[in-house]
């Protein structure tokens, strides 16, 4: 195919091309259809460790799926997956390879599963649409506004069917929560407040650079970023603090939470971005992402302000994370385990406080409107997040999150890390998908790829 053939072209240049895939767009019209002989989906899993195979895990408790390829850089993960595999599903993977290419250009793969670090979204993404696969791809959608927009272009052109991992969009209480405050009974709302406190991300110790573990290629696990020395603070989960392949806690809790503060309130991206954080906890560590970050999105009636911090578990209204919508009859909270609405309260009459014996009694206090009690949420969001994704590869209509609500949330997360990283506060121009005069600002929009890896052309 000489899209097939392109895209390598324009990706990796001087790199031996695949063989070309079989696999024509629109096929997966097929796969569950009378022409499918054994009904089956089949997919492949890039990425192998902890959230792409907490992924493929959820796909294979549906029995019209199967998995016939895994791709990791890391034997140790790749082998223990395929075994992983054979016990939920019987049959271990026929495919397991270190090149994720070889994924892209099996014929057998219907669709791709991309659970990497953020920095190697873009190039699988782009690669299965053009040969039409279907992908589920992590969130953050990437690591860079340049990518965003490649991916949304590519996901269009090839008329593909891209999940991001937001599952929170196929958990029923979000939506009942956004619908809430869409309703108009909070009133007028002036603040969303978005915040994550996790004790689960601490001080990274300062380690020596080392050698690459036995069974990984390292210069793969690279890929587009920079060449350096491997160091094991910069591998397996610990990526998610260095520029070069993430955007620290912004990026990988922002998304999930700003989400549903950009859908609650029908919000796109600000014009507005000011955010001001560092290391403030941990300044000698080897993170390079600030612990400590706070953010304004300003809008034209309203702001939504972000708050992360690491290692300290007691956020706004005690909770480790979650999004409150203050309103001017009350406050809905809203957290992964469910949400409620408190209500703001009149006045007792007066102005000034209350002054015995010189006034008579205060009136009582009396709530604005009625209070929601705590909403449990069924806590079945990725699984309902898998079922939307394979019944939306069926009927090839947009999955609950689309690649441009996922694009959407990356570039409102990169907005404020940009805007700390330079030092100021910044316009955006949501029509150029660039900062209005701050040229450093406007360099991390862009993705740098080393040689000889490249960024595609869609």
């Avoid at 096929?27 to 002989?37: D, I, N, R, T, Y």
């Avoid at 979204?121 to 340049?146: M, Q």
């Avoid at 040229?439 to 862009?446: G, H, S, T, V, Y």
Wanted: aromatic share 10%; with cysteine.
């Amino acid at each position: 195919m000489m899209e097939r053939r392109n895209f390598l072209k324009n990706t990796l240049a001087g790199a031996t091309a695949l063989g070309a895939s079989s696999f024509v767009p629109g096929g997966l019209s097929e796969v569950f259809g009378q022409k499918a002989p054994s009904n089956k989906v089949k997919v492949a899993l890039i990425g192998c460790r902890n959230q792409g195979w907490a992924n493929l895990a959820t796909y294979l408790q549906y029995p019209e799926v199967e998995c016939v390829s895994l791709c990791d850089i890391d034997d140790e993960w790749l082998n223990k997956r395929a075994a992983d595999v054979e016990t939920k599903s019987g049959k271990k993977p026929a495919q397991l390879v270190k090149d994720w290419r070889k994924v892209i250009d099996n014929r057998n793969v219907d669709v791709v599963i991309i659970g990497t670090p953020d920095h190697w979204h873009c190039l699988p993404l782009i690669a299965a649409c053009e040969v039409g696969k279907d992908a589920y791809v992590e969130k953050p959608l990437s690591n860079t506004i340049e990518e965003c927009n490649l991916m949304v272009k590519a996901t269009r052109k090839y008329n593909r069917i891209v999940q991001v991992g937001q599952w929170q969009r196929s958990d029923p209480h979000w939506d009942k929560a956004a619908a809430f405050v869409q309703s108009g009974k909070l009133g007028r709302i002036r603040t969303v407040k978005v915040w994550a406190y996790q004790t689960s991300k601490w001080t990274l110790p300062v380690v020596p650079d080392s050698n690459p573990p036995a069974g990984v290629d390292y210069d793969m696990w690279l890929g587009p970023a920079p060449k350096r020395a491997f160091n094991e603070n910069r591998f397996h989960y610990n990526f998610r603090f260095f520029w070069d392949y993430a955007g620290g806690l912004m990026a990988d809790w922002g998304v999930h939470l700003l989400d549903y503060a950009l859908k609650g309130m029908n919000a796109g991206l600000p014009s507005y971005v000011y955010g001001a954080g560092g290391k403030f906890a941990y300044p000698n560590d080897a993170m390079e992402t600030p612990d400590t970050l706070m953010a304004t999105y300003k809008y034209p009636d309203f702001n939504i302000v972000w708050d992360h911090a690491c290692g300290i578990s007691a956020g706004l209204f005690d909770r480790g994370e979650g999004v409150a919508f203050f309103g001017e009859n009350g406050t809905l909270l809203l957290t992964r385990a469910g949400w409620e609405v408190r209500p703001e309260k009149n006045n007792r009459g007066r102005i000034f406080p209350y002054c015995y014996p010189c006034d008579p009694a205060p009136k009582e206090a009396t709530p604005r409107m009625e209070a929601v009690a705590w909403e449990k949420g069924e806590g079945k969001g990725l699984y309902n997040h898998v079922g939307n994704h394979l019944e939306c590869i069926r009927n090839r209509k947009l999955p609950n999150a689309d690649i441009a609500i996922g694009a959407e949330v990356a570039k409102l997360a990169h907005l404020a890390n940009i805007s700390n990283r330079v030092g100021a506060a910044l316009q955006w121009d949501n029509k150029t998908n660039t900062f209005v005069g701050n040229r450093e600002a406007n360099d991390l929009i862009k993705a740098n790829y080393r040689a000889p890896w490249k960024l595609p052309t869609v």
